[in-house]
């Protein structure tokens, strides 16, 4: 798609987005709702701009990319791994299924306490709640990829004479590649929603510590703002996850 027919494309959402700001200021500039609540869009982008001016969003953004990208790369890397292995060994499917299956539906924020517990407040127990968040929809759909991989195609990989690693490699990898990208995609806002929960709780610094804290001293303006940063990276790093989706997997986007 050409950038042009991209931004026609989103044109329809950027207008209603402006629309809906425009709305928001003039109720709240006319008393409607209290602005001590949801401040004027023109406060919030006052207090954003002050924060990128002076920097001050640079050190909070890191500490919470830094946390983000290494526990999203470990759930990513653990879940294919893992996924793959499941779907081409019945031993393994066996082994892992049943705790997969239990695991999988609790919610990964009541394991919080449990955690911290055991592993404290520190940077494994951040780590860990995260990968625990990301792990599964990487490995479910990974493992439906492989599963789905038409016979016909490991069966010709088998007679042109591929061993078990270079048919996965070569063949069931790439058939499996779209499920296990839709994985990732899910999993991106997982981890990114659970790194946010575990600061608020247990860290000292980055988004989510300084959202709470700009909420419990009261600067509704500045917490408005921290949101924006927030989804900000969130938009950033969907858009760098569909770019690599587009290069790994080119025949579905022609």
Same mark, same amino acid.
């Given at each position: ?12 959402? %950027? @207008? ?5 700001? &425009?709305? /928001?200021?003039? #109720?709240?500039?006319?008393?409607? $709702?209290? +602005? *001590? =609540? ?91 709640? %995260? @990968? ?5 929809? &990487?490995? /479910?759909?990974? #493992?439906?990829?492989?599963?789905? $991989?038409? +016979? *016909? =195609? ?101």
């Amino acid at each position: 798609m050409r950038l042009a027919d991209k931004l026609v494309w989103a044109l329809p959402g %950027i @207008v209603f987005i402006a629309l809906l700001l &425009v709305a /928001i200021q003039v #109720l709240v500039t006319h008393g409607s $709702v209290s +602005p *001590v =609540l949801l401040p004027p869009p023109s406060t919030v982008a006052a207090t954003l701009g002050d924060l990128v001016v002076k920097g001050d969003f640079l050190e909070p953004l890191l500490a919470t990319v830094g946390l983000f990208a290494w526990s999203f790369a470990l759930a990513v890397a653990i879940g294919l791994v893992l996924g793959i292995a499941m779907g081409t060994s019945l031993v393994c499917r066996s082994l892992f299924e049943p705790l997969v299956e239990l695991v999988r539906p609790m919610p990964k924020a009541a394991l919080l306490p449990l955690l911290m517990l055991f592993l404290g407040i520190g940077l494994l127990m951040k780590t860990t709640i %995260i @990968v625990l968040a990301g792990i599964f929809p &990487v490995l /479910i759909n990974t #493992l439906q990829g492989v599963v789905g $991989v038409d +016979p *016909v =195609l490991t069966d010709t990989g088998r007679t042109f004479g591929l061993g078990r690693f270079a048919l996965i490699r070569k063949v069931i990898l790439p058939a499996a590649m779209p499920y296990a990208l839709s994985g990732i995609r899910i999993s991106l806002g997982l981890c990114l929603l659970v790194t946010v929960l575990a600061e608020m709780i247990t860290a000292t610094s980055g988004l989510g510590f300084t959202i709470l804290q700009a909420e419990r001293n009261f600067r509704i303006a500045q917490m408005y703002a921290w949101l924006v940063v927030l989804a900000v990276l969130g938009f950033v790093m969907n858009y760098a996850i569909t770019q690599l989706e587009k290069r790994l997997t080119p025949w579905l986007h022609p």
